[in-house]
């Protein structure tokens, strides 16, 4: 019998159809062992000795994969064809070789492209050895990323409160997205002009040509400054006759993008279907381990994390045949077409993203794929199947006129023979990267002219524009200028954006990637203290680092040493910086942000409300915020982020309020203000030193404090609200907003309630029923808990499923629930997604009632050794 280890049980239950009853095919469900969460576990003083552990989660499976590959002939290693997948088959032999479970037998490692019969068998005829140098390379990455991680995020802790992590490679994305986001704050628009004529030429057909010329000078796009210059123009325009001056019509030839890589599959995902780069690759995840088709499984896309865009000569071969069967022998090229990638320090070392057979069309499979699975297999066998076919031919037409001392010019093509556009056209980016709201006529066919040629003028339209900042980054956008800039690698860019989210230090918004207050300050802490280490270059050189070892033209070692030796003095020189400059130093370079321009040019750090204090960043309990530099005497608090409104409006928030008026039972003032917290209402004024506080009530998350009116803040003020008596106990039940949300209370039981209205309205039957239903759960349980989706069967036994709780979607099986991050859909996750999270949760739970259990017994030997102690003094003094 061989042993064969896989990543994933779906991979290995193909996998073993495939290779027959002589073969055992297990899955390590991803990475067996890690580097602990600890000081220690790589060692600089020991020359970066490295200590693992085994994954709590993985314990159970490495015990069946020991017991099998002892009594196995021998062992096959065919994890993924990646650095990633490497790594995970050294770490299980490492395991096996310290188990002793394999003495003499033979090792083998081999890597396939995509999970198909041919494919498999192919690549079992092929074995070779561990790749040390992915190895190696492997091993150097996961050190430096632990370095970095667990040297400068207790710096970031101490000096910087409220900031969670910094990474070596996610806090470069995060500076590019907050330079973005700089660059969209401190745009200055640029007012500019165009002007356009609709034209028609004796033999009939209009068209628009826009001027690009006066006085003899050429204009650009920008070159129309003003309004006075523009009406200039367009009255030379009114008064001119106009005449054509040449024409010129030429060939064009349009060439298809190249076959998918991991980036240019989640960006286009993105731009056409708006998919998130993480649902991308589980959808092709779930693409690339197969379906059940004509009873056998059988994989429909190549392996989906790839930098590379060559393709397997037997798969162009095909793709051509199935070209020429479509759509004919005009649209199959006279030769093969051969891309290479234009990413910097692409590796090239796998084939781009394919389906597995090019004569599956998505027509063919649509029936038995989930809606996005259909959505996203169109794309990639649309795109594979475009870039071996001909280029499109077009004619490109560019006409220029003179009217006076103006010249225009009109551009216009048309498809002669529509090539690979017949399946395909490329997406494009909503808005370019300058901010330019580009015009184009290239669509358009113009009528037949020719030089000479008089033409009669039907309108004259004179337009305003302004620049526009660059667009914010979307998850593609921000992938694509990772890839450009050479930062990370396919298999780490969808992690790297589900840190930046979780760790809340960007957030999605209408699809854009938008930085928190805590993201920039941990951004500029960065730039201001380590600034060679969030700098593009230097990481993007790092990584070219780690692929030269790939290659074996570098040692790992000698590369760490050199990281460390630099990283560690600029660590050390901060151990003296005191907070205080650490925030003056965040002042400087957030100003734009935090400080805005005022429009009267009056200073945007003086107090609103003592006017003679300096506002500066300063660190609480709960993070940043801005405070007046004469506290404790001026009480002037705000959140980062500047209040809407006018200066008048920010000091009366934050000094006496806004006066929404007066409760009509107390005759006491209600008013809006602002703090450190957020928005607030408040019933009364701040009383004199000794005096009780006024009531406040926080403005609920979905409320707009703007538009809040006197109704609504006397409803918050009233809270609790008392519901009713309960009927069995008698007890009062009450509703209110709590640091979780709205809930209704009877004794110490809470139950949610769906929306904050509903705190007002509940009534005593509802609020009963909820009550018994989150008593009947025991405990955290609540009724809006509810089943999204069954995943099926834990290999324990018991179901699996997706569920809604009050914290969020999590997963869970019997009594152990884990919590999605906030980067996986809930609709979309997998079986085996849901068995690593609660193997990963069951491992915690372990491993705290371990350490629970070691203290106990420590305790209590402690406690034995001072009762013997106690009776041989006892004994000792009764001998003397």
């Known amino acids: 019998m061989n042993l064969v280890i896989v990543e994933s049980p779906a991979k290995a239950k193909t996998i073993n159809k495939y290779l027959g009853k002589d073969y055992q095919v297990l899955a390590s469900y991803g990475h067996v062992r890690d580097l602990p969460s600890k000081d220690g576990s ?130 470069v994305a995060l500076r590019l997205v907050t330079d973005r986001e700089l660059d969209i704050e401190t745009f200055v628009p640029r007012e500019y002009w165009s002007l356009a004529v609709t034209l028609e030429p004796p033999g009939g057909g209009r068209f628009v040509a826009r001027v690009n010329g006066f006085e003899g000078n050429k204009l650009g796009r920008l070159d129309i400054p003003d309004e006075a210059t523009a009406r200039r123009i367009e009255s030379v325009l009114a008064a ?60 429909l896309i190549t392996y989906m994390r790839t930098d590379g865009v060559q393709l397997a000569p037997e798969a162009v071969t095909a793709m051509r045949r199935e070209i020429g069967n479509r759509f004919g022998d005009r649209y199959v090229p006279d030769k093969p077409r051969a891309y290479r ?11 781009a993203i394919r389906p597995t057979d090019a004569a599956r069309a998505p027509t063919d499979v649509k029936r038995i794929l989930e809606p996005d699975q259909a959505k996203l297999y169109d794309l990639i066998w649309k795109r594979a199947i475009a870039s071996q076919m001909a280029a499109a031919e077009l004619e490109r037409t560019t006409v220029d006129i003179a009217c006076g001392a103006a010249a225009l010019r009109a551009t216009g093509q048309v498809v002669r023979f529509d090539g690979f556009l017949s399946v395909y056209q490329e997406g494009r980016d909503e808005r370019p990267e300058n901010g330019a709201d580009a015009e184009s006529d290239d669509d358009r066919r113009l009528p037949p002219m020719a030089p000479g040629d008089v033409l009669s003028r039907h309108g004259i339209e004179t337009t305003q524009h302004f620049t526009e900042p660059p667009p914010r980054y979307t998850e593609a956008t921000l992938i694509k200028k990772m890839e450009e800039l050479g930062i990370g690698r396919p298999s780490t860019y969808t992690a790297t954006l589900s840190v930046l989210r979780d760790r809340d230090y960007v957030r999605l918004e209408k699809r854009a990637l938008v930085p928190e207050d805590k993201g920039r300050l941990v951004t500029a802490f960065l730039q201001s203290f380590f600034a060679r280490y969030v700098e593009y270059d230097f990481t993007a050189a790092l990584e070219e680092q780690l692929d030269r070892i790939s290659a074996g033209e570098l040692s790992w070692k000698d590369v760490l040493r050199d990281f460390w030796r630099q990283f560690y003095a600029a660590v050390e020189d901060t151990r003296d910086l005191r907070v205080s400059e650490v925030l003056e130093a965040l002042n400087e370079l957030l ?49 980062i982020k500047v209040p809407e409104g006018d200066d008048a409006d920010e000091a009366a928030l934050a000094n006496g309020g806004k006066l929404l008026g007066q409760d009509p039972d107390t005759g006491l003032n209600v008013s809006l203000r602002t703090g450190r917290f957020g928005p607030y209402v408040q019933l009364g004024d701040v009383p004199e030193e000794g005096g009780d506080k006024p009531k406040r009530a926080s403005i609920p998350k979905g409320w707009s404090s703007t538009d809040l009116a006197l109704e609504q803040a006397l409803a918050l003020l009233s809270l609790p609200r008392t519901v009713g008596a309960h009927p069995e106990t008698g007890g009062e039940i009450v509703a209110g907003i709590g640091r979780y949300g709205p809930f209704v209370r009877h004794d110490r039981t809470y139950a949610n309630l769906d929306s904050v209205e509903e ?33 099926g069967e834990h290999p324990d036994g018991g179901a699996v499923t997706v569920r809604d709780g009050r914290y969020g979607p999590y997963v869970n099986h019997k009594r152990v629930n884990a919590t ?19 193997a990963a949760k069951a491992g915690k739970k372990a491993a705290k009632k371990k350490t629970a259990k070691k203290a106990t017994k420590k305790t209590t030997r402690a406690k034995s050794s001072a009762r013997s102690t106690a009776k041989g003094g006892g004994r000792a003094a009764d001998s003397a």
């Open 42 to 171: 790589v060692d600089p003083e020991h020359d970066f000795e490295m200590r693992w552990e085994v994954d709590s989660k993985a314990q159970k499976r490495l015990t069946d994969i020991v017991r099998a590959a002892k009594e196995a002939d021998s062992l096959i290693l065919a994890t993924d064809p990646d650095r990633e997948g490497e790594a995970i088959s050294w770490h299980v032999l490492e395991v096996l070789k310290a188990r002793k479970a394999l003495k003499d037998k033979p090792v083998r490692r081999v890597v396939f492209n995509a999970i198909t019969r041919d494919a498999v068998l192919s690549a079992m005829a092929e074995p070779r050895d561990i790749d040390a140098s992915l190895v190696d390379a492997y091993l150097a990455r996961r050190a430096l990323d632990y370095l970095v991680g667990f040297t400068l995020s207790p710096v970031l802790w101490r000096k910087l409160p409220g900031a969670r992590s910094a990474g070596r490679v996610q806090s």
């Open 240 to 299: 001119g006759a106009y005449s054509v001056t040449a024409t010129e019509a030429k060939p064009v030839r349009r060439n298809p993008a190249p076959p998918f890589t991991t980036s240019t599959l989640q960006q286009e995902a993105s731009r056409k279907l708006g998919f998130a780069a993480g649902h991308t690759m589980r959808l092709a995840q779930r693409l690339y381990e197969g379906i059940e088709l004509d009873g056998e499984t059988v994989g």
């Open 341 to 351: 990638s234009r990413a910097r320090n692409a590796q090239e070392a796998h084939e």
């Open 591 to 639: 100003g734009p942000h935090i400080f805005p321009a005022k429009e009267d040019g009056s200073d945007p750090r003086k107090c609103p409300s003592c006017g003679n204090g300096r506002l500066s960043l300063k660190v609480g309990k709960y993070g940043a915020f801005i405070g007046c530099s004469n506290h404790p005497d001026c009480k002037y608090t705000r959140q």
């Open 759 to 791: 705190v007002f309205s509940v009534g005593l039957n509802r609020a009963v029923t909820l009550i018994a239903e989150k008593a009947a759960g025991g405990g955290r349980r609540q009724r809006s808990a509810s089943i999204l989706k069954e995943l």
């Open 820 to 838: 999605l991050p906030k980067s996986v859909d809930p609709q979309a996750v997998t079986l085996e997604e849901a068995l690593e999270l609660i």
